[in-house]
């Protein structure tokens, strides 16, 4: 069965440092990788995915997540954060065999202090 | 353009109560997807469907839960007899495909269901 763990439900970080989120998944097929950024009272909005090929993803806003299938991980990063950056993302898996379920991880919220 | 819509924005209901959540896809995309976000969670699946057919139901939590798609388009889920464990923001989400959960989705703002 697929899962998803999302280390550090909260994550601090100043403005212009690295960010590091981290997300680690299990599955028993090769996985499709998603990490999506939901900002207060609005709807999730993907910010990259992996699906086959280079296993660095780079996202919007300067984003890029590496897919490492010898550690079952896929951690979002970001050189330097800015205040925008301040949200709830969520990391997420689906199987390529199919199956319509996308399975999320339990979030990580983001500030981002000036 | 327009994105994903899903009304009402917020519902309160009394313990019992039937509830209808509504959402309008992106148009023209073939699937559809209901998730529940429970306070401090991420989504939860509920239900797919690809145009009209209800293809995976699994998540749904109770035969309480209903959803339906009867045109393909626009979509309702429908909670009877609510509870207070079924207060969650619910959020649907569309996709341009018929690959399911690996297909980038497009979500709407969510419905928050509180049931008193």
New interface residues.
């Given amino acids: 069965a697929q899962s ?1 763990t999302q280390l550090g ?1 909260h994550v601090s970080v100043s403005e212009g440092a690295l960010v590091l989120l981290r997300c680690n998944y299990s599955s028993s097929v090769p996985p ?1 990788l998603f990490w ?1 950024v939901q900002y207060p ?6 910010l990259l ?1 992996y ?1 086959t090929g280079a296993t660095l993803v780079k996202g919007i806003n300067g984003f890029e997540a590496e897919f490492k299938k010898s550690e079952t991980s896929f951690h979002l990063t970001k050189p330097s954060a800015h205040m925008s950056d301040a949200a709830e993302y ?1 990391c ?1 898996v ?3 065999t ?10 990580t919220r983001l500030f981002v202090k000036a | 353009g327009a994105g994903v819509s899903q009304s009402p924005r917020y519902k309160v209901a009394k313990r019992g109560q039937d509830v209808a959540l509504r959402c309008d896809p992106i148009s023209g995309h073939v699937s559809l997807f209901w998730y529940q976000q429970a306070l401090g969670q991420g989504p939860e699946f509920l239900t797919y469907f690809q145009n009209e057919a209800q293809l995976d139901k699994s998540g749904l939590p109770s035969d309480r839960f209903f959803a339906e798609r009867p045109e393909g388009s626009v979509s309702t889920l429908k909670i009877q007899r609510t509870q207070q464990e079924d207060s969650a923001v619910y959020l649907c989400a569309s996709s341009t495909r018929t690959s399911g959960g690996i297909d980038t989705q497009y979500f709407g703002p969510g419905t928050r269901l509180t049931v008193l």
């Fill in positions: 998803v439900s499709y999506y009272n609005q709807g999730l909005q993907l995915k699906t969520f997420a689906s199987e390529v199919g199956g319509f379920k996308t399975i999320f991880g339990a979030g």
